[in-house]
T-cell receptor, first 114, second 112 residues
Framework: AQSVAQPEDQVNVAEGNPLTVKCTYS??????LFWYVQYPNRGLQFLLK??????LVKGSYGFEAEFNKSQTSFHLKKPSALVSDSALYFC????????????FGTGTRLQVTL | KAGVTQTPRYLIKTRGQQVTLSCSPI?????VSWYQQTPGQGLQFLFE???????NKGNFPGRFSGRQFSNSRSEMNVSTLELGDSALYLC???????????FGPGTRLTVL
């Protein structure tokens, strides 16, 4: 069975500073990894995915994520945070290419302050 | 292209009642998945439908059921509602099974 861990319930960062939201995963076989963001009273918005290829994945709104197979991690990063980035971020894993079922982490609340 | 739509957006029911939630996927998408989001359990997979067939099922009791129509629209039904069923129910669609999923805004169900 696959699982995802997001060790931080909340991450606080000042606007303009770089941000990192951590995610580690456990899955048999090659992982399919995703990051989603959720704003209040909204559904999940897709940010980026890792299927195969370059370990650094670029996504929407200036976000990127680094896949590290040896550390089984897929941390979300952004060079310069914006107040509007404040939201709930979810990391998710899928076991293979054919299944749509996503297993989500518990979420990390990102708070960006002026 | 319109996104995933879910109706209704909000529902209030009482224990013992049943409820039906509806999801219209993005045009052309054939796979629809349902998730339950609660503060305690987080996001949990309910089931997936593709070509009108349930392809995958999460660990939920039989009170939770769903179906998919020939136009890919999907409904989920919860019978004999319990207080613990209060949650945000999210629908996600994808072009095919295994493609990235796009989520709707959710239906917030409150059970009193």
């Amino acid at each position: 069975a696959q699982s995802v861990a997001q060790p931080e319930d909340q991450v606080n960062v000042a606007e303009g500073n770089p941000l990192t939201v951590k995610c580690t995963y456990s899955v048999s076989g090659n992982p399919y990894l995703f990051w989603y963001v959720q704003y209040p009273n909204r559904g999940l918005q897709f940010l980026l995915k890792y299927i195969t290829g370059d370990n650094l994945v670029k996504g929407s709104y200036g976000f990127e994520a680094e896949f590290n197979k040896s550390q089984t991690s897929f941390h979300l990063k952004k060079p310069s945070a914006l107040v509007s980035d404040s939201a709930l971020y979810f990391c998710a894993v899928r076991p293979d290419s054919t299944a749509s079922k996503l297993t989500f982490g518990t979420g990390t609340r990102l708070q960006v302050t002026l | 292209k319109a996104g995933v739509t879910q109706t209704p957006r909000y529902l209030i029911k009482t224990r013992g009642q049943q409820v039906t939630l509806s999801c219209s996927p993005i045009s052309g998408h054939r796979s629809v998945s349902w998730y339950q989001q609660t503060p305690g359990q987080g996001l949990q997979f309910l089931f997936e439908y593709f070509s009108e067939t349930q392809r995958n099922k999460g660990n939920f009791p039989g009170r939770f059921s769903g179906r998919q129509f020939s136009n890919s629209r999907s409904e989920m039904n919860v019978s004999t509602l319990e207080l613990g069923d209060s949650a945000l129910y999210l629908c996600a669609s994808s072009l095919e099974q295994g493609n990235e999923q796009f989520f709707g805004p959710g239906t917030r169900l409150t059970v009193l």
